[in-house]
């Protein structure tokens, strides 16, 4: 009987979807607009992330993965079976084997959580992977070599930063910094120093348009609106890329100091392979310009921009389902 595997890059900003064979065949926000009054899904993904800061008292709009895990179970589950239906013309009758990413800190009842979601939206099976062998694999790491790699994943809820070595994990730690804190770091300089009020939206726009880790000599400028706290009233301002780089600081300071600690606990012949090989920057929260040079900087490791850093973790993820019995044991937890 033919089976459908697919793999799922369950993301706190962006979920992505990879079926063997085909490549990536969804990529969309993890938002899910409810409607209050009768407890129904309005829409899932690119549409709801439109109603974003313009619902009315009746709709809401939800984003159930915080920091990389479960924050809402039912709408997950509602998320989770919606890009399932939309990946298998026919999930009626052909239940699909699902690979699911987790964060490297993930706790035994979040691990759950995502496995009892996933199988309840219609899995055969479910299998969860950690996020730093599934973007090492996406990046084109050899995870089952004898040297040291280490990856630095940048997603939007979570840094997942891990030494590989061998084909599993030696040292790694799980930071609740990453893309979302970026946006509220942007969000509350411009309140701080503008008066000004902005939505999420506006702040991630910010980021990806001149978000940058390093000061320009010749710094992109880019119109800002939003609501004047004094007044109460729309205003325009112009912010700099040199001010989103003074009001990421915090946030990429916290992620070095983890890269640090990392590094710090990683056994002597595996450091000396990273500091020849150098690291690995993935995810999302790496396409913010400079960061590499960044880190390089700080650490005096060089640091390396994987190819497409937004895809690595669904790659990889794909990569592990096209061999799916040569992984089951070694790097997979199975729910049932």
């Known amino acids: 009987m033919f089976v459908y595997k697919i793999g799922i890059d369950l993301g706190t900003c962006n979920s992505l979807v990879f079926v063997p064979k085909k490549g990536i065949v969804l990529s969309e926000p993890s938002v899910v607009a409810v409607s209050l009054d009768d407890n129904r899904i309005l ?47 026919r999930y009626q009758f052909f239940k699909p084997e699902v690979l699911v990413s987790v964060p490297a800190g993930i706790t035994s009842t979040e691990r759950r959580a995502v496995v009892e979601a ?14 730093p062998i599934l973007a090492a694999i996406g990046a084109g790491i050899p995870i089952h070599s004898s040297s040291g790699h280490m990856i630095v994943n940048i997603g939007g809820g979570t840094t997942e930063v891990a030494v590989i070595s061998l084909g599993g994990i030696v040292g790694a730690t799980s930071l609740r910094v990453a893309g979302d804190k970026f946006d509220q770091a942007i969000s509350d300089y411009i309140k701080r120093t503008y008066n000004l009020a902005i939505g999420e939206k506006t702040a991630e726009e910010i980021k990806k348009n001149i978000g940058n880790a ?4 010749i710094p992109s400028l880019m119109d ?31 992620i070095l100091q983890v890269v640090k600690s990392v590094l710090r606990e990683t056994p002597p012949e595996l450091s000396a392979d990273i500091m020849d090989k150098g690291m690995v920057l993935s995810g999302g929260g790496a396409l913010i310009r400079n960061i590499d040079q960044y880190m390089s900087h700080s650490i005096g490791v060089p640091c390396f921009l994987a190819e497409e850093p937004l895809t690595c973790v669904v790659r990889g993820a794909g990569s592990i389902l ?3 019995d040569k992984y089951k044991r070694s790097i997979m937890s199975k729910g049932v």
């Open 224 to 254: 800002v609106r939003g609501r004047d706290l004094v007044l109460g009233l729309p205003k325009t301002i112009v912010i700099s890329s040199n001010e989103v780089c003074q009001a990421m600081t915090d946030p990429l300071e916290e």
């Open 43 to 89: 829409a899932v993904g690119e549409e709801a992330k439109e109603m974003t800061g313009r619902t009315p008292d009746t709709i809401r709009v939800y984003r159930p993965m915080r920091e990389g895990v479960i924050a809402d179970f039912r709408v997950t589950l509602a998320m989770i079976r919606s890009f399932i239906q939309r990946t298998i013309p």
């Open 118 to 131: 996933t199988m309840k939206a219609g899995a055969k099976a479910a299998y969860v992977t950690k996020e």
């Open 322 to 324: 096209e061999n799916l």
């Open 214 to 217: 390093l000061p320009e000599k």
